[in-house]
């Protein structure tokens, strides 16, 4: 397509974007080419494929269309969600400093804490990201990244965006931003000046629970550069019959966003008006701190959400039906994840709560399915839940 398509809306791109037809054969869908190698035309001259660990068409296709859609220079996929957060982190030198925020995926984390810090001296700060103070105040002479996530994973905490990127521009700071729970479909950061966007294309890209995958997209076509001699180097690459399923998924990605999204609005004001239900999590309630800066930095509000439960969470759990209990988030079926044993259990009990997680928070990634069937088998699981007496 030509630079106009650019121009069209998001559901057309997600169609369209990056030009995917096969010029050989005019195929719609780029084919899974699954070679290791590549003859040369001739010894000597350059080659845009030599080897599929540098470089292969199918997993070019996927970089060029999530690019195209995040507004970036450059995408660059990886085996996983967490490669690709690694990606980023191997940008930084031996001893660099990273701001984050307290409220964290349990996997970033983990590779925060337990891996980085010991295998290349990374320190990292984590911070209220809703006292801008505090985030100016955290960055020293070794920062050198800001890592995002907005709404965050579990509490769907929203963090400005615009505002972050003018603290880290002033100080010569690199932003990245996990984007994964909006897609571009809800949100794009590059737009509000972020350098970085990071997905698991495992969760909404993908959209079916059927691969693992990760992509980095750059605002600098040089960082982009070295992200991909990076990969190159470890070896974090995505097979091709992986970046297909997520091209794939891509396709769809707009029509079932908005049916993710509006099934979540449903659901979390019903949630909401129950009495087993202490506290709903979700950007789109007028209740959440974060619902005016949601309104100007999404498109929507997107498909997940969180609740404290009054009540005993293995009964919840047990008794649902369509809810599949399940670790991951973003597949068109619904999810009930249990942050304490599931994304966050290798968290201690002491930090999580300090986190605001308690062992009764539940995650629902909210699925396409008919909304009045979620809401009767979430009405079910309440009542079996019974009710806890918290009062102190």
């Not at 320190?123 to 709404?151: G, H, K, S």
């Not at 949630?271 to 007028?286: C, I, K, N, S, T």
Request: net charge negative.
């Amino acid at each position: 397509m030509t630079d106009d398509s650019k121009a069209t809306d998001i559901a057309t791109q997600c169609i369209h974007a990056g030009d995917t037809v096969d010029p050989a054969t005019g195929a719609v869908m780029p084919p899974i080419v699954t070679s290791s190698t590549y003859r040369q035309t001739e010894f000597g001259a350059p080659m845009t494929y030599a080897y599929s660990r540098a470089a292969n068409p199918t997993r070019d296709a996927l970089e060029r269309c999530v690019a195209e859609l995040e507004g970036g220079e450059r995408g660059v996929a990886y085996a996983a969600g967490m490669a690709a957060t690694a990606g980023v982190l191997d940008l930084l030198d031996a001893g660099a400093h990273v701001v984050a925020p307290q409220d964290l995926y349990g996997g970033t984390l983990r590779l925060f804490n337990e891996v980085r810090t010991r295998s290349a001296k990374l320190r990292f700060t984590y911070v209220d990201f809703a006292d801008l103070d505090a985030v100016a105040a955290a960055i020293r002479p070794q920062t050198r990244l800001i890592w995002l996530e907005t709404p965050t994973n579990p509490l769907l905490k929203l963090i400005d965006l615009a505002a972050v990127v003018e603290i880290a521009k002033a100080k010569d700071v690199m932003v990245a931003v996990d984007n994964t729970f909006c897609t571009p479909c809800g949100q794009r950061p590059l737009e509000l000046g972020c350098d970085i966007v990071m997905h698991s294309t495992t969760k909404y890209l993908g959209g079916h629970s059927d691969v693992i995958g990760g992509l980095n997209i750059v605002a600098d076509a040089a960082v982009g550069a070295e992200l991909v001699s990076l990969r190159s180097a470890v070896g974090s690459v995505p097979g091709p019959f992986d970046a297909y399923l997520v091209l794939r998924g891509i396709k769809t990605l707009a029509l079932r966003m908005a049916k993710h999204a509006e099934n979540a609005q449903v659901l979390a004001e019903w949630l909401q008006a129950q009495d087993a239900v202490e506290r709903v999590y979700f950007p789109g309630l007028a209740s959440h701190p974060g619902h005016g800066l949601a309104k100007r930095q999404m498109d929507n509000f997107g498909g997940m959400l969180a609740f404290e439960l009054n009540g005993d969470v293995a009964r919840f759990m047990s008794a649902l039906r369509i809810f599949a209990v399940a670790e991951s988030l973003g597949g068109v079926e619904s999810l009930a994840g249990h942050p304490a044993t599931m994304s966050h259990s290798n968290i201690p009990q002491a930090e999580r709560e300090a986190m605001g997680i308690p062992d009764h928070l539940v995650r629902l990634s909210v699925g396409i399915e008919h909304v009045d069937d979620l809401q009767t088998d979430l009405e079910t699981a309440l009542a079996a839940a019974g009710r806890n007496d918290r009062s102190p």
